[in-house]
């Protein structure tokens, strides 16, 4: 069974702040991908990254950095100089190669930055 | 490009009652998925569709839910007779590729059942 856990449910934060969000993934399959979602108020989910369980290389897209820990089965992801427009539901979520091979996805971490 | 589109955006419907939501995906994309997200939980994956074969629907709840994708582009989810447990956001999305591919999320349906 596969299983994603987002223990933070809700993150305030004051504008200029650094904040990580915390992924923890449980799978027995060797190939899989994880992907970190963003939810505005508006409701569709936006893509922002996957990652493959074979790269654990870390990745820093602007203010957006995500580090994988295949040792501690993390994917967590860090808001540097958050603003408001980063205001939303955080949704890490796993693919994995055996199975019904569909993607599960956590329980969200809701964040709010303050002005 | 557009996105994929979702129709309609809210729904209220009484329990019993039958209800369908429509769905476009993005044009060249050959996966189509249909999540259930219940307020202040993840998305679930209902069912999911290679063009037109159904690749998974083990999560989908086959004595009231169906679903078709009709020539391998829209697709449809309909839902009879509903319950209150149904109330929730029905998001569309579609890839490329298969699951393991960068999906795009419509804005999703707002069901409620009163």
């Known amino acids: 069974a596969q299983k994603v856990t987002q223990a933070q449910t809700e993150i305030s934060v004051v504008e200029k702040e650094d904040v990580t969000l915390d992924c923890v993934y449980e799978?027995?399959?060797?190939?899989?991908?994880l992907f970190w979602y963003k939810q505005p108020p508006s409701g569709e989910l936006v893509f922002l990254i996957r990652r493959n369980s074979f790269d654990e290389q870390n990745e820093i897209s602007g203010r957006y950095s995500w580090n994988f820990q295949k040792s501690t089965s993390s994917f967590n992801f860090t808001i540097t100089a958050s603003q408001v427009v980063d205001s939303a539901v955080y949704f890490c979520?796993?693919?994995?190669?055996?199975?019904?091979?569909?993607?599960?996805f956590g329980t969200g971490t809701k964040l709010q930055v303050i002005p | 490009e557009a996105g994929v589109a979702q129709s309609p955006r809210y729904k209220i419907i009484e329990k019993r009652q039958s209800v369908a939501f429509w769905c476009n995906p993005i044009s060249g994309h050959a996966t189509l998925y249909w999540y259930q997200q219940i307020l202040g939980q993840g998305p679930k994956l209902l069912i999911q569709f290679q063009n037109n074969g159904v690749v998974d629907d083990s999560q989908l709840p086959k004595d009231r839910f169906s679903a078709e994708r009709l020539k391998g582009v829209d697709s449809t989810l309909k839902i009879q007779p509903a319950k209150l447990e149904d109330s929730a956001v029905y998001l569309c999305?579609?890839?490329?590729?298969?699951?393991?591919?960068?999906?795009?999320f419509g804005q999703g349906t707002r069901l409620t059942v009163v």
């Open positions: 979520a796993l693919w994995n190669s055996g199975g019904y091979q569909k993607v599960t």
């Open positions: 999305a579609s890839s490329r590729g298969g699951g393991n591919t960068e999906a795009f």
């Open positions: 799978t027995r399959d060797t190939t899989y991908y």
